[in-house]
C-alpha cells in the first residue's frame, strides 16, 4: 500500500491537519503568523467549517498553533522538550531541538553557600561556594531563570574560564576541571512566579511555571553543584521514560 492510499484513510480533518502540520515544520507558515480562519480554510479546501474546525483543534492539541480570542488561529513556537531521564545541560537541550540557547547574566562570583545549598554539596553552611545566576534564552526569548551552585574549592577561578552568556557551564566543567556531571536528583513542581522571577522573564505574577531543584553529582559521586530555577510553563514539557515496576 502506498503513502498516499495510506494517507487518503484518515480524516479529511487529520488530512487537512497534517498538510497544516507540514508547511510548519517547513517554514512556510512561521511562527506567530495567522492561520486562515474557519470559513476562508472551509471555501479554500471544499470543506465544511466543521472539518476545519476540528483541523484546527487536532493542530492546538499537538501544540503547533494557539488560538487567541477574537483574533483567530496563530502558529504556536514550539516548546522545549527536555528528557527527564538523561542529564544534559540547556545548552545541549536547545542544540537537541534546533534552538540557540544564550543567557543573560545576572551574577557571576563567590559567594556563601544558605543551609539549602550547603546541604545539597555537602560543605559547611557560609562555605564559598560559585553562584552563577543567569536568564536563559532560547532564540533570544527568556524562557528561565537559573541559580547554580558549584563549591569553590572544586573550580578555582571558574569566571575566568569563559563568558557563561554564551558557553556552557558542563563543558567548561569537563574540559578544564576534569568533573563530569553523571547524575542528578531532580525536584520539579507547578507554581507561579515570585516578583523577581517574573520580572527577569518578562511574564505576569499570574503565569505557570515549573520550579525545578536539581543536585548534580560527578563520575566520582561527589556533589557538583546545585541547582535552583523557575522556567517558563508555556515553554517547556517534560518527558520520561517509563517502565511497569515489579510486581504491579
Known amino acids: 500500500m502506498t503513502a498516499s492510499v495510506v494517507a487518503d484513510q484518515f480524516p479529511l480533518y487529520q488530512r487537512i491537519a497534517n498538510a497544516l502540520a507540514t508547511q510548519i515544520a517547513s517554514g512556510v507558515l512561521k511562527v506567530g503568523e495567522r492561520l486562515p480562519s474557519e470559513r ?25 498553533v494557539e488560538t487567541r480570542t477574537g483574533l483567530g488561529a496563530f502558529v504556536a513556537r514550539a516548546q522545549i522538550e527536555q528528557q527527564l531521564s538523561t542529564l544534559s545541560g540547556f545548552t545541549e537541550d536547545m542544540d537537541r531541538g534546533g534552538r540557540k540557547a544564550s543567557s543573560i547574566v545576572l551574577n557571576a562570583g563567590l559567594g556563601s553557600a544558605d543551609r539549602e545549598a550547603a546541604a545539597a554539596l555537602g560543605i559547611a553552611e557560609d562555605a564559598p561556594v560559585h553562584r552563577l545566576v543567569r536568564v536563559r ?26 563568558d557563561f552568556s554564551t558557553d556552557s557551564l558542563y563543558r567548561v566543567l569537563r574540559e578544564d576541571y576534569g568533573l563530569f556531571p553523571s547524575v542528578a536528583e531532580q525536584k520539579l513542581w507547578s507554581a507561579h512566579p515570585d516578583a523577581a522571577s517574573a520580572a527577569s522573564l518578562g ?46
Open 40 to 64: 476562508q480554510m472551509a471555501e479554500d479546501l471544499g470543506a465544511s467549517r466543521m472539518t476545519a474546525r476540528q483541523a484546527l483543534k487536532l493542530l492546538e492539541r499537538r501544540g503547533l
Open 203 to 248: 511574564i505576569s505574577l499570574q503565569s505557570p511555571v515549573l520550579i525545578l531543584t536539581r543536585r548534580t553529582l560527578d563520575s566520582t559521586g561527589r556533589p557538583l553543584e546545585y541547582v535552583r530555577a523557575v522556567y517558563r510553563g508555556d515553554c517547556f514539557v517534560m518527558r520520561a521514560n517509563l517502565t511497569l515496576g515489579k510486581g504491579t
Open 137 to 162: 534564552l532560547a532564540d533570544a526569548e527568556p524562557v528561565g531563570l537559573e541559580r547554580t551552585e558549584i563549591s569553590a574549592v572544586l573550580v578555582p577561578k571558574l569566571f575566568e574560564r569563559a
